[in-house]
């Protein structure tokens, strides 16, 4: 039933590595040892060519936030490609779910303070969307005849996006090795990673006051008039899942407002449920300009991307008029947008929200807690249904394990033969299920986490 029609899986994969060019790919590598081939998937499993059936705790790629399945959203695509499969949006022109799904965020979008969100503007991605955000940044402070603030401050580890700007604004340096990056006018601080980088004696709350103050820092050393926008992901999810203390958020806010600088909230993981809310800035109470989403926005069945542009930039851009040279063929596309829309539905009339914030999020916390007790894990932490561990040598002194020990590689390979897709990103594995997961399928992903770490010690 799972077999691609008269194709074997060493065909399939010859194919593959023939012809194929795989994002963030070892080429050599994956022709010797072959893909694993993906050919479908229900609620939270997927199956592989030959049968394999696996939890898919990374719900895709941090994506399939309603489940794999789900006969409403193909529906939609359907009747919309029936009715209008693509329109522009350039020209004087524009579409029903576009026009539908813009309302339907600003209204979702929580008002904090005096920030809200009236206004969207769209992409297919999170990587173009974070390359709007530049766009947009620059042409606001030009609009305000302030055009030399055009530096952008973001944090090491982030990750926002594999374009030229999104890599830059993310802090890999694999990435920044590779490109020649980052662009000119960005630049880094570090991230609030306790576990990391607390000092012996220091409380998370301590670690969180001085883990914002790196960005005061560094807006002083920029020069406070230079410094355009700061750009961060509520939690770093690629990054390994870096959960920042209560403290840091508020400090951040306090520092952003005090110099008058932007604040962007790239929430292309956290947004869509994700930690309970709509968009996660609810969750920490900080006011952003602008909000980066993808991904959930959709469940990941078809691309979609945009930004959440705050009254503050809207109006400028609005009221100054003139040409916003910018865009994509694909903005606000008919079909992404009523796929969006029907996703929102489902999202609402099975209250996920609510589960999340509720009895599912708080179960799946209390058994990921658990996981602490094992000899392997240094600190596992949760935040809605989000979750990261790092693995330890040695629980008592916090000892690492060198790269050369590849132990999340180790782990997250048990896991892929054992029927869990979990992922390691360097000594941390981290999680991100679909937010339909039940309490039993809680308890099974804790089965097969723990019977993972138990192969790795
Ligand atoms: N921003 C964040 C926070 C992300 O996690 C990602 C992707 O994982 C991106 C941006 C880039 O999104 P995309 O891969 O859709 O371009």
């Given amino acids: 039933l799972t077999k691609p029609e008269n194709l074997s899986t060493r ?32 609620g939270i499993y ?20 309603v489940g794999y399945g789900r006969k409403e959203l193909a529906d939609a695509a359907y009747q919309q490609m029936m009715t209008l499969p693509f329109y522009n949006s350039f020209f004087q022109t524009t579409n029903v779910p576009a026009v539908k799904l813009a309302a339907r965020l600003s209204a979702l979008a929580p008002k904090v303070g005096d920030r809200s969100f009236d206004h969207v503007f769209y992409s297919s991605s999170g990587s173009e969307s974070n390359d709007s955000n530049v766009r947009m940044v620059r042409r606001y402070w030009d609009l305000l ?78 020069g406070p008039d230079k410094v355009a926008a700061f750009i961060a992901e509520p939690i770093q999810g690629a990054g390994g899942v870096i959960i920042p203390p209560a403290t840091y958020w508020p400090e951040i806010q306090r520092i952003v407002d005090k110099y008058g600088i932007l604040l962007i909230s790239d929430e292309v993981i956290c947004a869509f449920g994700r930690l309970g809310h709509w968009f996660a800035y609810e969750k920490f109470g900080y006011k952003p300009d602008l909000v980066t989403f993808a991904k959930a926005v959709t469940s990941g069945y078809i691309p979609l991307g945009g930004v959440m ?9 609005i009221d100054k008029g003139g040409e916003f040279n910018h865009g994509y063929t694909y903005s606000g596309h008919p079909v992404a947008c009523a796929v969006a829309l029907a996703n929102i539905d489902i999202m609402e009339q099975e209250l996920l929200l609510d589960k999340v914030r509720g009895e599912v999020g708080a179960y799946f916390a209390k058994r990921y807690a658990e996981l602490n007790e094992h000899p392997l894990v240094g600190l596992a932490e949760t935040s809605g249904l989000v979750a990261g561990m790092v693995l ?37 594995m981290i999680i991100a299920p679909p937010l339909t997961m039940t309490l039993s399928d809680i308890d099974e992903l804790m089965r097969l986490i723990r019977q993972a770490l138990d192969f790795t010690l």
Avoid at 53 to 62: I, N, Q, R, T
Avoid at 177 to 186: S, T, V, Y
Avoid at 309 to 317: F, K
Avoid at 392 to 415: I, P, Q, W, Y
Wanted: glycine share 10%; net charge negative.
């Fill in 46 to 65: 997927v199956w592989d060519s030959e049968g394999s059936k696996m939890l898919d705790a990374m719900s895709g790629l941090w994506c399939v936030n």
């Fill in 309 to 317: 542009v705050g009254n503050r930039v809207a109006q400028v851009l």
């Fill in 145 to 222: 005849g302030q055009p030399q603030r055009k530096v952008i401050i973001s944090r090491q580890n982030a990750y926002h996006g594999s374009t030229m700007a999104g890599a830059s604004l993310g802090g890999m340096s694999g990435m920044h090795a590779q490109g020649d990056l980052p662009i000119p006018n960005i630049t880094h601080i570090e991230q609030p990673y306790f576990f990391e980088n607390g000092l012996p004696g220091e409380t998370s709350d301590e670690f969180g006051i001085r883990a914002a103050r790196w960005l005061e820092e560094k807006i002083l050393a920029v």
């Fill in 11 to 42: 065909e399939i994969q010859d194919l593959d590595s023939a012809h194929f060019l795989h994002p963030f790919t070892d080429y050599k590598d994956l022709a010797t040892r072959g893909a694993r081939v993906i050919t479908k998937a229900d």
């Fill in 392 to 428: 330890v040598k040695n629980k008592a002194t916090k000892e690492r394990f060198s790269s050369e020990d590849a132990v999340g590689m180790l782990c997250r390979a048990h896991c892929f033969n054992n029927g869990l897709i979990m992922r390691a990103v360097g000594d941390r």
